[in-house]
Every structure is written in structure tokens, then in C-alpha cells.
């Protein structure tokens, strides 16, 4: 079960969930393919190297993808984010200031980006490698704007 269903209150239903994108994984991989490519041109030490450092990467990466949580509910932003050492972020929405958005040439083509949740009293959380992140801010403002009619 996920952080945010486990922590739902009663009336409360989940709306969206934001996913991490796959280009979370392109640098690992980009490591490891050259470490497969390195041996054609006589680096065998340089391609261990970037072997090891590359599925270094791709193992953070697998990890940072399953351990972070961000979703909206009808009455709350949700965010989790960590295995072990857990940060969580549960923002009311009616204490929900904007939602900024970041893309880099690459996250424009790919479409992710940086969702920074920014709420009343100093609360800035960033997420990294949202994918369809202007899809999850457009929802969390319709949801930010249907609870201050109630």
C-alpha cells in the first residue's frame, strides 16, 4: 500500500498521483553504455569504472522513483518522499500558495520537470523528474479552487 492511501482521512479521495518520469534513469544508463562501449577502443579500467558508477546510478535512480509519493486529494497536497529516512509534506489545500514548474529544454521535449509545492508559512517542497508536470499543477489548482467555493 502507498503512503498516501495509508494516510487518506475519512471523505478524503485521492485525485491524482504524480508519476517520476523515466529520464530519471538516462544518465545510469548513459554510464553503462559506455562502460559496454569502452572496450572496443582499449579502456577496459575507464569502463569499470563507468560501469560501477553507472549502476550506481541506476540503483539510486530505481530507489528514488519507488520512494517518492506525490499526490492530491480532495482536501490535501501529499508528498512523501524516502525509504528510510522518511520526509513527508501534507499541505492543506486552502494553505496552498502556487505550484511552480521548471522544464529544461529536455524536460519540455520529454515533458517533466521540478513541481515545487509552495505553501503558507515557508513550505517549499521540490520534486524532481515529474512527469506531465503541467497536467499536475493545472489539477491541484482546479482542486485548490473548488475548496475555497466550500
Do not use: C
Request: proline share 3%.
Amino acid at each position: 500500500m502507498s503512503y498516501i492511501n495509508d494516510n487518506l482521512m475519512s471523505g478524503e479521495t485521492l485525485i491524482a498521483r504524480a508519476q517520476i518520469h523515466w529520464f530519471i534513469y538516462a544518465q545510469g544508463a548513459s554510464l553503462v553504455a559506455l562502460a559496454l562501449l569502452a572496450p572496443a577502443f582499449s579502456l577496459d579500467p575507464i569502463a569499470a569504472i563507468f560501469g560501477i558508477i553507472g549502476i550506481s546510478l541506476l540503483i539510486h535512480a530505481a530507489l528514488q522513483r519507488f520512494a517518492a509519493e506525490l499526490g492530491v486529494t480532495n482536501k490535501r497536497v501529499i508528498a512523501k518522499n524516502g525509504l528510510i529516512v522518511r520526509n513527508t509534506v501534507e499541505l492543506n489545500l486552502n494553505r496552498v500558495e502556487s505550484l511552480s514548474v521548471d522544464q529544461s529544454i529536455m524536460g519540455r521535449i520529454l515533458d517533466y520537470g521540478t513541481v515545487t509545492v509552495n505553501g503558507t508559512g515557508g513550505v517549499h517542497t521540490p520534486f524532481r523528474f515529474i512527469a506531465r508536470p503541467l497536467e499536475f499543477r493545472r489539477t491541484v489548482n482546479e482542486q485548490v479552487e473548488a475548496a475555497q467555493k466550500v
